[in-house]
């Protein structure tokens, strides 16, 4: 029996940001001084600058115009013939970001914290090759995108069956990926449909409880789950115990544990997309198993006291879809490769009409560039 069911909504998913789209603009340069050959100062620059513990999101949030002005320069005087320059204006960006113009040409990348790429110079001070006149900063939109690894991210503990299952679906052995901002090789497989879509699939490390706070592979896991698009949730139907001395924990459990470590690490990663893969079906008491675990999930919070109390999720995650497959027999495999697309086209839906609805706001406001100020010269 193959089905894919949907669990009944209890939390908004999709509220990953991994692009943004932003105008800066330098600082315009100071007014120079004719009567003494006073030069104006030039104006600031704008500056992406790669920085831990921040994300997209929080840029979005917290500067909802999305606008980035540096700081102009200071016009010549009689007590000071040189103008200040002005304050140069930094936009902080998650490690792992590449910064294009709105027609996609790279600007350049940000593979380390504290990397830094100028997106808008500040105009030149006033001078005598000006004739004292003061030069505009440059101004345009920019697109900060997260470099994404794949389009979904396994997401499972040890033994789950990622790996199988990964096999299973891309139906070959899973290339081998070195990226440059990590030291950790995720295995990437490659998802082949009938009209030659691909989609990419990461296997990435398993998690294990604590990882949040770097135990295991803990954060470089946890760094590629970021780089996803949506993740794909794997349980052992009958559940799992990684080694003698730690507890068992049921498929149920096992969910909500991923859940908690994700959150853990960075709470915006538990609001993307997600489906759940019930694999080893071909498991004595697989079926009954996996109508236990749909009936929990229907009601995640009447079940709560099955889990220590620091490890309960804030919010239980909605999954798209939930798939029982069988990665050893193949069982709902290719219903799983149809829900994996659906919801990857879903999004792309989403976001083809959202960048649609943007583009038409900004036509219909004009270009906001042209209402820049005049210059005002001081009168000595």
């Not at 770097?214 to 970021?226: I, R």
């Not at 507890?247 to 915006?268: C, I, M």
Request: hydrophobic share 35%; net charge neutral; proline share 4%.
């Amino acid at each position: 029996r193959e089905y894919c069911s949907s669990i009944k909504c209890t939390k908004r998913y999709g509220n990953f940001v991994d692009n943004l789209r932003l105008y800066v603009r330098g600082g315009s340069g100071g007014m120079g001084l004719p009567r003494l050959g006073g030069q104006g100062g030039n104006g600031g620059d704008v500056w992406v600058v790669a920085m831990k513990n921040t994300t997209l999101k929080r840029i979005k949030d917290k500067y909802p115009q999305k606008r980035f002005v540096a700081g102009a320069g200071a016009n010549s005087s009689v007590r000071a013939l040189k103008g200040e320059t002005g304050k140069d204006k930094e936009v902080h960006a998650p490690v792992g970001i590449t910064v294009t113009t709105d027609d996609g040409r790279t600007i350049g990348d940000l593979n380390a914290d504290g990397d830094r790429v100028l997106v808008a110079r500040g105009g030149s001070g006033g001078s005598l090759h000006s004739g004292f006149e003061p030069s505009k900063g440059q101004a345009r939109h920019i697109r900060l995108d997260l470099k994404l690894i794949a389009d979904l991210g396994l997401v499972g503990f040890p033994n789950a069956g990622k790996s199988s299952l990964l096999t299973a679906l891309s139906n070959a052995t899973p290339q081998i990926a070195n990226y440059a901002f990590t030291t950790l090789k995720p295995e990437i497989g490659k998802l082949m449909y009938q009209d030659y879509k691909q989609i990419s699939v990461a296997d990435l490390p398993g998690l294990i409880e604590g990882a949040h706070m770097n135990k295991g592979m803990g954060h470089k896991f946890l760094k590629h789950v970021e780089r996803t698009k949506q993740l794909l949730f794997v349980v052992d139907v009958c559940g799992f115990q990684l080694a003698s001395k730690t507890q068992f924990r049921s498929a149920f459990e096992a969910v909500q544990l991923l859940t908690k470590e994700l959150e853990l690490y960075k709470e915006e990663l538990v609001s993307k997309p997600a489906l759940l893969v019930v694999n080893k079906m071909d498991l004595p008491d697989a079926e009954d198993k996996l109508e236990e675990l749909q009936e929990q999930l229907e009601n995640p919070e009447e079940f709560s006291d099955l889990l220590p109390a620091d490890m309960i999720p804030k919010n239980y995650l909605t999954f798209r879809h939930v798939v029982p497959v069988s990665a050893i027999t193949g069982f709902g495999i290719n219903h799983l490769k149809s829900c994996i697309r659906q919801s990857l086209d879903e999004d792309a839906a989403a976001e083809t009409k959202a960048v649609h609805l943007e583009k038409l706001q900004i036509s219909s406001v004009g270009n906001d560039t042209s209402t820049e100020q005049p210059w005002q010269s001081t009168a000595l």
